[in-house]
């Protein structure tokens, strides 16, 4: 397993977290397995979010000895009524089922407590009054009942105004290939890495549509983060591919598939030993036609380089760099074996790019601005 940083939290989590959303109708010794063995796999971040008590009840025994070793979230917002999920902004019930969540998850703190599916202007201007949901997390931040506070939604517009807000460390988003052209997604992420805040991907999959067999199918707004798509499938995608896509773009920090059993657990962890033949999802990203036409996608078609440039990375880091020079992007690029200015202009690269990038450009910028 691989693990990175989680923006200003300083969180070092693993690259592939777990979604428990498709464990919860399962038995708890199911979970338990589940759980347990992603954790001796190496994932630490797992996504809470049901309400219901018997589902919390489960994750907090399956939890149970494992709390030093895994970081769990909480969502403000999510409530249940008669068994029934229920999305809502009254405090006494977001606070209720906060403190509910602490006490079946058998724990005095989490360690991201997320502001729960915000997408439309007028929730957002509720999530965010000072007597409003963010005032809650404020406080049980400072009470040490929640160590970060981080907040998910679908949208560019309310996502972009959480991440301006420096009120939160962690977005949580939807990220996958079906939405790889919204626009302002991209400066969306460039954004959360300007401001330290770090990205935890959701919907790696699309909610599942990208690994259904050749066919039409339609990808809803909530699971591309911006627009709904109809998608014409007639190669099959992975699970590496999914994964590959979405850890590729930049900013994002831990992508958390839904995974219903060990074997769905093992197809995602794939990834962590996948050829780049494996990881390859340059083909599905043109059959979608969800490109911008010289915008690099971090696929690496373009290689293999004789220089043994990194390409996609070095592109990812010169796109950070322009937007913020910082010094985790500097000592990023300092680290690469080989870099921008070894570029030696031969165009193997353009050639093989299926996206029209000018790769030899992009590297000249590198090499000037990296100086």
């Known amino acids: 397993m691989h693990y990175r940083t989680l923006g200003r939290t300083g969180l070092n989590v693993s690259e592939i977290g777990l979604g428990t959303e498709y464990l919860v109708k399962m038995p708890r010794e199911h979970v338990a397995d589940v759980i347990h063995e992603a954790i001796a796999r190496g994932i630490n971040y797992f996504d809470l979010i049901w309400p219901h008590p018997d589902i919390r009840d489960n994750m907090g025994a399956a939890f149970k000895g494992y709390r ?67 005032g809650l997390a404020l406080r049980l931040k400072k009470e040490g009942k929640a160590r970060f506070i981080g907040f998910s939604g679908h949208t560019v517009d309310t996502a972009l105004q959480a991440v301006e807000s420096e009120l939160i460390d962690v977005l949580m ?60 499938k007639t190669v099959p995608i992975t699970p590496v591919q999914c994964l590959a896509y979405t850890l590729s773009q930049v900013g994002v920090c831990v992508a958390i598939p839904g995974c219903a059993d060990v074997a769905q657990l093992n197809a995602a ?7 780049d033949e494996e990881k390859d999802f340059s083909e599905i990203i043109t059959e979608f036609d969800q490109y911008i036409a010289g915008e690099c996608v971090y696929c690496n078609h ?10 996609g990375e070095t592109i990812r880091l010169l796109e ?18 080989t870099n921008a200015s070894d570029c030696i202009q031969c165009g193997a690269c353009e050639q093989r790019c299926p996206f029209g990038v000018q790769v030899m450009t992009k590297m000249q910028e590198a090499a000037g601005l990296f100086i």
Do not use: W
């Open 302 to 311: 373009c290689l293999p380089c004789p220089s043994n440039i990194d390409i």
């Open 68 to 134: 030093d070793q895994v970081f769990l979230t909480a969502h403000l917002g999510a409530t249940s009524k008669d068994r029934q999920y229920k999305k809502t902004r009254v405090l006494a019930a977001n606070e209720t089922f906060f403190y509910d969540a602490l006490e079946r998850y058998q724990t005095e703190y989490v360690d991201v407590l997320i502001l729960h599916n915000c997408d439309s202007q007028s929730d957002f201007d509720k999530m965010f009054r000072e007597k409003g949901p963010l």
């Open 269 to 275: 962890l794939a990834y962590e030993t996948a050829t």
């Open 173 to 232: 988003f939807p990220i996958n290939m079906t939405g790889n052209a919204i626009l302002g997604k991209k400066d969306l992420l460039k954004t959360c890495m300007a401001r330290g805040v770090g990205v935890v991907a959701m919907k790696p999959y699309g909610g599942g549509k990208l690994l259904q067999g050749p066919r039409t199918v339609r990808v809803a707004r909530y699971q591309t983060g911006g627009e709904a798509f109809k998608i014409n």
């Open 320 to 337: 950070m760099a322009q937007q913020e020079m910082t010094a985790q992007v500097r000592a990023a690029y300092m680290a690469l074996s």
